[in-house]
């Protein structure tokens, strides 16, 4: 089997395909989630806290000389990454969630055994009756 053959149909497997379905999909909703956070959860809170940009929130490490940029800790940004990853988390929690409540209603208990025929009624009769003498 050559080497693109094998590829194929490796990458064709549902699994993989279902795989790459999903990480593109995720990769969509964590921006989506990361323009929520930015654009319309963080301007409120930094209006509520006196007008603070959290993307402009930093420490200087060094000041910016001749040439040289300033060395900066950008916690502000920092922060909305934590809020961006708080929802996500949330949000897969709760699909996993969902999941689990479904699979759990698939896997209820399995019906109990039929009754055992006439004739094997008779047949176990018989078998008792027999160790019996």
């Keep these: 089997m050559s080497m693109m053959s094998e590829f194929k149909s490796f990458a064709m497997r549902g699994n993989v395909v279902d795989m790459a379905v999903g990480i593109v999909i995720g990769g969509a909703f964590g921006k989506i989630v990361s323009s929520f956070v930015a654009d319309v959860l963080m301007p409120p809170i930094g209006l509520l806290l006196g007008n603070v940009d959290f993307s402009d929130l930093a420490v200087t490490l060094r000041a910016a000389a001749e040439g040289v940029e300033a060395v900066t800790l950008g916690y502000g940004v920092f922060i909305q990454t934590i809020?961006?990853?708080?929802?996500?988390?949330?949000?897969?929690?709760?699909?996993?969630?969902?999941m689990n409540t479904v699979t759990k209603k698939e896997?209820?208990?399995?019906?109990?055994?039929?009754?055992?025929?006439?004739?094997?009624?008779?047949?176990?009769?018989?078998?008792?009756?027999?160790?019996?003498?």
């Design 83 to 98: 809020i961006d990853f708080a929802i996500i988390a949330f949000a897969i929690f709760m699909v996993v969630r969902a």
């Design 107 to 133: 896997e209820a208990a399995p019906p109990p055994p039929p009754e055992p025929s006439k004739e094997e009624t008779l047949l176990t009769e018989i078998r008792d009756a027999l160790r019996a003498k």
